[in-house]
């Protein structure tokens, strides 16, 4: 099995202009943890999750001063990101090793979606539920 056939293709994304209001506009309208940044080729260039935005209130003191900076200053920068084709084993491999709780997916260089390890793991589950017993 492999990432396009289980990532989460309809997703929000920020661009680099996206303020940390957006950033926490989004994540509370579609309940989703992180969001990827993308370029204007819709190539990711930075991920910003709910931990970088804590952790970045945490730092500045208060969240209301925050609200205008750009996102993806508190995200980060160049995330790995692996190709649509690449096995559902491999991806949750280098997640874990990476310590990654989100995963852009690209193909032909264009964002095409996300993983999360939670999803992976599924996907395994499920696959090895449907193979027949020896």
């Known amino acids: 099995m492999v990432l396009r056939e289980v990532l989460h293709a309809h997703i929000p994304v920020l661009t680099p ?6 950033a926490v506009d989004k994540m509370d309208i579609y309940q989703f943890p992180a969001l990827v940044v993308v370029d204007t080729n819709a190539y990711p260039v930075a991920v ?14 208060n969240l209301t001063s925050l609200g205008d900076e750009p996102a993806h200053i508190h995200g980060t ?6 190709n649509a084709d690449t096995e ?14 989100i995963l852009p997916i690209i193909d032909e260089s264009r964002l095409c ?3 999360m390890r939670c999803d992976l793991m599924q996907a395994m589950l499920m696959d090895a539920l449907a193979l027949p017993s020896e």
Do not use: F, K, N
């Open 77 to 82: 920068r160049e995330p790995t990101v692996a």
């Open 113 to 115: 979606g996300v993983v």
């Open 88 to 101: 559902v084993s491999d991806a949750l491999h280098l997640m874990l090793m990476s310590g990654l709780s």
């Open 48 to 61: 910003v999750t709910e931990g970088d935005l804590a952790r970045a209130v945490m730092q500045r003191g």
């Open 17 to 22: 202009e996206s303020t940390v209001r957006d």
